[in-house]
């Protein structure tokens, strides 16, 4: 079982930067393939960026492509994601998520393990 805790969110102008940070417990984090998903309100999940296990294979949707950067810290137990140029249409909750031996997947379905989330809000 993994236990994963976003940080990192809050209110920021557009055009700002953030980065949030997913922190698992447990020794086997680097067995997992990590994503993050963001929920607006009114609207589905959607997938915003997986990073695979080694980091070999990143995938983004195509929305947040040149602006955000996924990475991990195996020794540290930790996935980012830093976010630059955000826009108001950025702001929703953030995700992330741990997928078991996955391939940086952007079907939540894949995902067996989800943090509670962190808010981000990005004033225009």
């Known amino acids: 079982q993994v236990h994963l805790g976003e940080s990192g969110g809050g209110l920021v102008q557009a055009g700002g930067s953030l980065r949030l940070s997913c922190e698992a417990s447990?020794?086997?984090?680097?067995?997992?393939?990590m994503g993050w998903f963001r929920q607006a309100p009114g609207k589905e999940r959607e997938f915003v960026a997986a990073?695979?296990?080694?980091?070999?294979?990143?995938n983004y949707l195509d929305s947040v492509k040149g602006r955000f950067t996924i990475s991990r810290d195996n020794a540290r137990n930790t996935v980012y994601l830093q976010m630059n140029s955000l826009k108001p249409e950025d702001t929703a909750v953030y995700y992330c998520?741990?997928?078991?031996?996955?391939?940086?997947?952007?079907?939540?379905?894949?995902?067996?393990?989800w943090g509670q989330g962190t808010q981000v809000t990005v004033s225009s």
């Open positions: 990073i695979s296990r080694s980091s070999s294979n990143r």
């Open positions: 447990g020794q086997t984090f680097g067995r997992y393939s």
């Open positions: 998520a741990a997928d078991l031996y996955g391939f940086a997947d952007d079907r939540a379905r894949e995902y067996e393990y």
